[in-house]
């Protein structure tokens, strides 16, 4: 049973920190490249980040020198931290294992004052 959930989502304030958790089940985690996204109201869902099996990671512009994306090949986790969050960053996010089409079920972010 393949499976991703999505842990740590909340509200933060403007200039706050958030840690995401992707805990994934059911596969060989370490041999799979996974991604974050998310997706506001009325938006279009987006990638925000990715990491290899290799731990080679890619980030959207937007998030670019705020977020980190990394993964505990251990524990089956991949982690998205987000620093400098901004009332734009607000939205679902969403963990991905793009082999397969994997997708967890969402965890509301909301950066507000």
């Known amino acids: 049973q393949v499976q991703l959930m999505e842990s740590g989502g909340g509200l933060v304030q403007p200039g706050g920190s958030l840690r995401l958790s992707c805990a994934a089940s059911?596969?060989?985690?370490?041999?799979?490249?996974m991604s974050w996204h998310r997706q506001a109201p009325g938006n279009q869902r987006e990638l925000v980040a990715s990491?290899?099996?290799?731990?080679?990671?890619n980030y959207a512009d937007s998030v670019k020198g705020r977020f980190t994306i990394s993964r505990d090949n251990v524990k089956n986790t991949v982690y998205l931290q987000m620093n400098s969050l901004k009332p734009e960053d607000t939205a679902v996010y969403y963990c991905?294992?793009?082999?397969?089409?994997?997708w967890g079920q969402g965890t509301q972010v909301t950066v507000s004052s």
């Open positions: 990491i290899t099996s290799g731990n080679i990671t």
């Open positions: 991905k294992r793009p082999a397969g089409i994997i």
């Open positions: 059911g596969f060989f985690f370490r041999g799979y490249t």
